[in-house]
């Protein structure tokens, strides 16, 4: 069983960044691949990034490529997710998730999820 809270979004101006934490309980955080997603009012889930638990690969929406980082540390069982150049479009819903999987983009695949936190970019 894995619990997972999220913080750290906010309310900030396009062009800003923001950091969000994820942070998981249990003792086997290291052995899940852990997810970002993000769900804007209307619209459907959608995957953000994500980090493999074996070998620390990441990927990324094409919407969010090149702007948004995602990073682990094991021993202190959290994931981040580091927002730059924000955008407008980028206002939804933030999601953390955790999977036994690997290179996962779809929010089936993933078993736990967090409470999600508000990210919201004015123009």
């Known amino acids: 069983q894995v619990q997972l809270v999220e913080s750290g979004g906010g309310l900030v101006q396009a062009g800003g960044s923001l950091r969000l934490s994820c942070a998981a309980s249990?003792?086997?955080?290291?052995?899940?691949?852990m997810g970002w997603f993000r769900q804007a009012p209307g619209k459907e889930r959608e995957f953000v990034a994500t980090?493999?638990?074996?070998?620390?690969?990441?990927y990324y929406a094409d919407s969010v490529k090149g702007r948004f980082t995602i990073s682990r540390d094991n021993a202190r069982n959290t994931v981040w997710l580091q927002m730059n150049s924000l955008k407008p479009e980028d206002t939804a819903v933030y999601y953390c998730?955790?999977?036994?999987?690997?290179?996962?983009?779809?929010?089936?695949?993933?078993?736990?999820w967090g409470q999600g936190t508000q990210v919201t970019v004015s123009s």
């Open positions: 998730a955790a999977t036994s999987r690997t290179s996962s983009f779809t929010k089936i695949t993933y078993d736990y």
């Open positions: 980090i493999n638990w074996n070998d620390g690969n990441t």
């Open positions: 249990g003792r086997t955080f290291s052995r899940y691949s």
